[in-house]
């Protein structure tokens, strides 16, 4: 069965400081991998994915995260943070080998960047 | 948001009651969800449909049904044997292959 786990509830960072966000999966086969935003009350809006090739994969708003196979992480970065990056952020994973595009989703991340 | 709305924003609930939630959308995408998102546990998900007139049980389907009639809609019901309905709701789409899903804007539905 294919899992993901965000280790951290909440992350806190001053704005202009680089920011990480942890994710680890597991899958029995080869993941897709994804990154999406959520602001409060609102949907979820996607930042990036991984499918394959290169293990450095740049989204939207100058995220960017790094696929490490050997250690299954996805770690969501940005080189500098922005108080507007303030949000709910939740890692997502599918096996490529599953045949159809169900999605499971980590418990999220609260990025809280302050002024 | 775009390409999927979700009605209504808001939705009270008497208990016993039954309450359908709305989603469409105009990406042309076969697939569709629902999740039911709680504080704290993330998105789980409820009903998946791959195709119009198919529909599959999610992880926690107790409670709720669904149609899939037309490619554009996907109508989640609420019935009174949902225990603990009150959550936010959101639907989303998928094409094919490795795409993203789209996700709407939520409804949050509260049981008085």
């Known amino acids: 069965a294919q899992s993901v786990a965000q280790p951290e509830d909440q992350v806190n960072v001053a704005e202009g400081n680089p920011l990480t966000v942890k994710c680890t999966y597991s899958?029995?086969?080869?993941?897709?991998l994804f990154w999406y935003v959520q602001y409060p009350n609102r949907g979820l809006q996607f930042l990036l994915k991984?499918?394959?090739?290169?293990?450095l994969v740049k989204g939207s708003y100058g995220f960017e995260a790094e696929f490490n196979k050997s250690q299954t992480s996805f770690h969501l970065k940005k080189p500098s943070a922005l108080v507007s990056d303030s949000a709910l952020y939740f890692c997502?994973?599918?096996?490529?080998?599953?045949?159809?595009?169900?999605?499971?989703f980590g418990t999220g991340t609260r990025l809280l960047v302050s002024p | 948001d775009g390409g999927i709305t979700q009605s209504p924003k808001y939705l009270f609930r008497k208990e016993g009651q039954n309450v359908t939630l709305s989603c469409e959308q105009n990406?042309?995408?076969?697939?569709m969800y629902w999740y039911r998102q709680d504080p704290g546990q993330g998105l789980r998900l409820i009903y998946y449909?791959?195709?119009?007139?198919?529909?599959q049980k999610g992880d926690i389907a107790e409670g709720y049904s669904v149609s899939r009639e037309k490619k554009e809609s996907f109508p989640l019901t609420v019935t009174s044997a949902q225990k603990n309905p009150t959550a936010f709701y959101l639907c989303?789409?998928?094409?094919?292959?490795?795409?993203?899903?789209?996700f709407g804007p939520g409804t949050r539905l509260t049981v008085l």
């Open positions: 899958v029995s086969g080869n993941p897709y």
């Open positions: 991984y499918i394959t090739g290169d293990n």
């Open positions: 997502a994973v599918r096996d490529q080998n599953t045949g159809f595009q169900k999605l499971v």
């Open positions: 989303a789409s998928s094409g094919p292959m490795a795409n993203e899903q789209f």
């Open positions: 449909s791959q195709i119009v007139n198919d529909f």
């Open positions: 990406l042309n995408h076969d697939a």
